[in-house]
């Protein structure tokens, strides 16, 4: 009796000490076996109530794998593993375990993992209890290709609003939701709600109206899923591991160049490292190298490196790495001249360079590579690839090698390497979309496709955003009529159309794919639409214009100042590019609109110049205007750092000379822009209320000087371009403008020339009643009748007339665009552009198409 009570006591004391005891009753704990290579992890709840949505993560030694999953599945980033449930066993009911259906897998290599937690905590229950779920929570459930969130509201309160980010393995995607809606940037997804689900009760989950969407591979997992910018599973976030191994490869007198392992661990991919000099934040990186410059020669330093995540949590430092630098006074014989600079590859923003390796007494320690005088980087080895340039540019590059003690050689022979242009080969065709021709003139993004002219575009130019007058940023989200009066100078102030733009449904005979919009979606309307556009034609850039004759009111507001332009410019590349529309109607939200739009196209209408009235125009105007294109060009290249993906930067330019001298440098705005749209119309016309040139008809887009132009200066779109070319803008940078619309005039008197530079009465009427004088192409051959079409083969220009007294009108036709194709292609200019499609039932653009063949 004594002796059973003794072992009994001992038992017990066993267990006591085996439970720490600051465990928690009610945590997950998990139990590793090892049978062969295969790992077998049994999850138990001790607790009285069930526990849901558990993921379990441990390490495994440097090139050992986790793979053959079974009842869960595996994601190894580099020696971390983290394992997610399968649904039937991501509930572990109370005092039970998830036997017989344990997660197993296989491993390259018999080993232990270690480091094991279970949301969040130690497997084997010791440590610290972790912290309480999040308010939400989402499980991801897979069938087939066909991938589902359920989110959970575990608070006691309803929760109203809510979005799911994750990554996806390189090349694969997300599409057809339900439920919500679907926007994906390379491989990072962002998943919205539908405004059904977007208020989830306390206690409850989204089911059975559970966000879902089809992946373009079934074997594809989601990973680092996000909801509302929590982990999905409820857990804080973990900081990645300290970088490995930090050493110094090569040291100067002034220079030490670093390199350490990857990080691995934590909850977030690694985007960065910053090398640390001492305390002192020497450099960021996004690789496992970096140099350090302007240090002493002769000088002991410490390094230490730490990585940052995408959510910026720093690692723990490396491990300190001492290094002194050199001292200048052991050498000082340059090395030699590095020979035969050549250029390995070109595109429209990137020059690859090689070389001759230098020779050095003491050894090379690296190369400077000069753009003009100018120090463009510096590299270890004998080839570099510089980037951030513009497209159809001329730069000279010339290498110098340094030595151990920074001992510079002289430069190579100069090497000059012209960038491609943003086509590659070909020619531009550049088209207008308007945001309001879904209304009377019932052209709709489908219409690009059901008239063949999508296929035959290389941009698309999405018209237009606005200008918000208080904050001078983007303006998006609002809908708002203008006024009636086209001269009203407050048209454009505050106005905008969200419901165009991503809130209005669009049916299945308006929609590119044949399928119609719920009304549930997360992005509706013309974004849409151009989102299944650039599906079905991927090689289609499409841009957003931004200003147009409307809404050019407040550049030179946001161009005034460094910080205005910075404030303008990211707001306009945090909605458009990156695609955070404002919430409207239930559409938009964070990344609601990312990866519709390639670039940004400006439409300022025009700095330093009259435009449209009640247009502020300033003094710097010019100047500012060159500033806040490279302010374009420079957060544009930033995002390219991060994303990989070049954005282009393309402008509406005047045909005027006096307004070019008013508001443009053209020689520095090239150095920035990707392409000059150059205006080929409007050269003549009678406006919409007269007040334009009401009582003389005139070509509106001659190709040549007309000798019987009666006015003092004499527009063309030769002249035009010549403005570009005399100073020296390349000619691969340059589109000229087609008009796929009339202007018109009435009571026109004959004159002996049929119409042209005879005097008129006023505008004729226009397609539109509040747009007098103009027509689209199409409308105003089927609503002009007796308009005979003549052509003026000298200036090279098309006209109609009615007869005597009757209307006259100025348009481009087949004939013109053609005529004007072949003077470009003389001219080995970079294409064409197009105001605006909706004037085109497919012949026009299909004339240009062959044209430029």
């Known amino acids: 009796m004594r002796r059973f009570s003794l072992v009994v006591l001992l038992a017990l004391v066993a267990t006591a000490l085996a439970i720490p005891a600051n465990a928690a009753a009610a945590r997950l704990t998990a139990a590793f076996t090892l049978t062969g290579n295969q790992g077998k992890y049994v999850v138990t709840n001790p607790g009285t109530t069930a526990i849901s949505n558990w993921s379990l993560e441990f390490d495994l030694p440097s090139g050992v794998t986790a793979s053959s999953p079974q009842h869960v599945t595996i994601n190894q980033s580099g020696t971390h593993v983290r394992l997610t449930p399968a649904f039937y066993i991501a509930t572990v009911k109370a005092n039970g375990n998830t036997e017989p259906y344990s997660p197993t897998f296989n491993l390259s290599s018999a080993v232990q993992p270690t480091n094991c937690t279970i ?60 439920n919500g809606a679907i926007s994906q940037s390379g491989t990072h997804v962002t998943l919205n709600p539908a405004y059904y689900n977007t208020t989830i009760g306390a206690g409850r989950t989204t089911d059975p109206y559970s966000p879902s969407f089809t992946l373009s591979s079934a074997s594809a997992t989601p990973s680092n899923c996000r909801v509302n910018d ?48 001492g305390s002192t934040l020497a450099l960021e990186v996004a690789d496992t190298s970096a140099t350090v410059t302007g240090l002493t020669p002769n000088t002991d330093y410490s390094f230490t490196v730490k990585a940052k995540d995408r959510k910026g949590n720093l690692s723990p430092a490396s491990a ?16 030699s001249v590095p020979g035969n600079l050549r250029s390995t590859a070109t595109g429209p923003a990137e020059v690859s360079l090689a070389w001759n390796a230098s020779t050095d007494n003491t050894g090379v320690a690296g190369y400077d590579i000069y753009n003009g005088s100018t120090l463009a980087l510096s590299v270890l080895g004998t080839s570099a690839k510089v980037t951030g340039l513009s497209p159809s540019t001329e730069y000279t590059f010339t290498v110098r090698a340094r030595d151990l003690y920074d001992n510079v050689s002289a430069a190579s022979a100069p090497l000059k390497v012209s ?104 992005l509706r309307g013309n974004y849409n639409q151009l989102k299944k556009l650039k599906v079905k034609y991927p090689n289609l850039k499409i841009l957003i214009s931004i200003g147009g004759w409307t809404y050019s009111k407040y550049f030179s507001d946001v161009a005034a100042t460094d910080a205005s332009r910075k404030k303008f410019v990211a707001s306009c590349i945090d909605t458009y590019i990156k695609g955070n529309l404002p ?59 991060t994303t990989g993906k070049r954005y282009q930067l393309t402008a509406f330019t005047p045909a005027d000379p006096a307004k070019i001298a008013a508001g443009w440098d053209l020689p520095e705005v090239a150095k920035s822009l990707d392409i000059f749209n150059v ?175």
């Open 119 to 178: 949301n969040g905590a130690n497997c084997d229950g010791s440590g610290d209890d972790p912290p309480p779920p999040a308010a939400l929570s989402a499980t991801y459930l897979a069938s087939g290709s066909r991938g589902t969130y359920v989110v959970s509201n575990n608070s006691t309160t309803a929760l109203n609003g809510w979005s799911i980010t994750f990554d996806l393995p390189a090349g694969v995607t997300a599409s057809a939701a339900d």
């Open 230 to 277: 929590v982990r999905c599973d409820g857990r804080p976030d973990t900081a990645p591991g300290a970088p490995g191994n930090l050493r110094s490869t090569v040291k100067t007198t002034k220079t030490v160049s670093l390199a350490w392992d990857a990080s691995t661990g934590g909850s977030l991919p690694v985007v960065a490292y910053q090398i640390f000099q």
């Open 320 to 335: 300190a790495l001492s290094v002194k630098t050199s001292n200048p006074s052991d050498d000082t014989a340059p090395p």
């Open 419 to 522: 960038t491609t242009d943003v086509i590659g080969s070909g020619y531009a065709r550049v088209g207008y979309f308007v945001q309001w021709g879904i209304y009377g003139r019932q052209y709709f993004v489908k219409n690009l496709d059901t008239t063949g002219v999508a296929a035959k575009l290389t941009h698309l130019n999405y018209a237009f955003a606005n200008i918000d007058p208080q904050n001078l940023t983007c303006l998006q989200g609002v809908t708002r009529g203008t006024t009636q009066n086209p001269q009203d100078p407050s048209q454009g102030d505050g106005a905008g159309d969200a419901d165009a733009d991503y809130g209005r449904p669009m049916s299945a005979a308006q929609s590119v794919d044949g399928q119609g919009d719920t009304g549930w979606e997360g």
């Open 583 to 641: 919430v409207y109607n239930a559409a938009g939200g964070p990344g609601s609109a990312a990866g519709i739009f390639d670039g940004i196209d400006l439409d300022w209408e025009w700095p330093g110049a009259e435009g449209h009235a009640g247009n502020h125009i300033g003094a710097n105007d010019k100047a500012n205007n060159t500033l806040l294109i490279a302010e374009f060009r420079k957060q544009l290249d930033e995002l390219t750092k």
């Open 679 to 853: 205006q080929g119309y409007d050269f003549h016309g009678a406006g919409s209320d007269n007040s334009w040139e009401p009582n003389r008809t005139g070509h509106q887009g001659n190709l040549y000087a007309d000798a019987d132009d009666p006015y003092n200066f004499h527009f063309s779109v030769e002249n035009a371009v010549n403005e570009y070319l005399k100073v020296g803008v390349n000619p691969r940078k340059i589109t000229i403008g087609l008009a796929y619309y009339g202007r018109g005039w009435q009571g026109v008197a004959d004159g002996g020339k049929s119409g042209e530079w005879q005097s008129a009465t006023g505008a004729a009427p226009g397609q539109f009643q509040e747009e007098a004088g103009t027509r689209g192409y199409s409308n105003l051959l089927a609503s002009v009748p007796n308009c005979t079409v003549k052509h003026d083969t000298v200036a090279v220009a098309t006209y109609c007339y009615t007869g005597n007294g009757g209307q006259w009108w100025t348009f481009d036709d087949v004939w013109a665009i053609q005529q004007k194709a072949a003077w470009l292609r003389s001219k080995n200019l970079l294409g064409a552009m197009i105001w605006e499609m909706s004037g085109d039932p497919g012949t026009l653009t299909t004339a240009l198409d062959a044209a430029l063949k």
